[in-house]
């Protein structure tokens, strides 16, 4: 069965500073989401990442992904209040019946302080 | 592009009660997904759809829930009877491509989802 682990799952940064987000899965995948949710809202895709050593990036977001490690890192980089949000991965999986499908981790709650 | 379509927005009902959800995924995709958020947690898959049929639904406790997907454009899931512990959000996800292997495998699409409390 495929775990997913999030950490922290509660982050407090202030404006301005750089922060990373860890994500680590249990089994071989080389499929891993990003995504962001907002209070009440549904979620956003942020980023796929493909295949060992993707790097992409959006704005003060940038996402890595380490398949030998099981292991994907969303770094921020001097954050801003609009960055507030839960941000949540997911990894792709053979449910074994010839499909795929996302689990995911439980989430990481960033609050961007002024 | 419209996105995924969810109603209702919110629901509240009392236990042993029964209660609809229903999805109309984006124009086109083939893959439509059922998850179950519990606050706190990360969306959990209950039932995956490709086209009118059932891909996987080993995470559907099939003894109150149901699903289906006619004529492999919207879905209804249902919930008879409900529970507390049923107490969640319901999001409903599509993606463009069947949900096989290979380089088919498209990122989901969300819709905003069905808040249900259950009392």
């Known amino acids: 069965e495929l775990k997913v682990e999030q950490n922290p799952l509660f982050l407090s940064m202030q404006e301005g500073k750089n922060y990373t987000i860890y994500c680590n899965y249990s089994?071989?995948?080389?499929?891993l989401y990003w995504y962001r949710q907002d209070p009440g809202k549904s979620l956003e895709s942020l980023f796929v990442?493909?295949?060992?050593?993707a790097v992409k990036q959006e704005g003060r977001l940038m996402a890595s992904l380490d398949t030998k490690a099981r292991l994907s890192t969303l770094h921020i980089t001097a954050a801003v209040h609009d960055l507030s949000a839960t941000y949540f991965c997911?990894?792709?999986?053979?449910?074994?019946?010839?499909?795929?499908?996302?689990?995911f981790g439980k989430g990481t709650k960033l609050s961007v302080i002024p | 592009e419209a996105g995924v379509a969810q109603s209702p927005r919110y629901k509240i009902i009392e236990k042993r009660q029964s209660v609809a959800f229903w999805c109309n995924p984006i124009?086109?995709?083939?893959?439509l997904y059922w998850y179950q958020q519990i606050l706190g947690q990360g969306p959990k898959l209950l039932i995956q759809?490709?086209?009118?049929?059932?891909?996987?639904d080993s995470q559907l406790p099939k003894d109150r829930f149901s699903a289906e997907r006619l004529k492999g454009v919207d879905s209804t899931l249902k919930i008879q009877p409900a529970k507390l512990e049923d107490s969640a959000v319901y999001l409903c996800?599509?993606?463009?491509?069947?949900?096989?292997?290979?380089?088919?495998?498209?990122?989901?699409?969300f819709g905003p989802g069905t808040r249900l409390l259950v009392l």
């Open positions: 997911a990894v792709e999986g053979s449910s074994g019946a010839g499909s795929y499908q996302l689990t």
């Open positions: 990442l493909l295949s060992n050593g």
């Open positions: 124009s086109g995709h083939a893959t």
């Open positions: 089994t071989t995948s080389d499929r």
């Open positions: 996800a599509s993606s463009p491509r069947l949900g096989m292997g290979g380089p088919y495998r498209e990122t989901q699409y």
């Open positions: 759809f490709q086209n009118n049929g059932v891909v996987d």
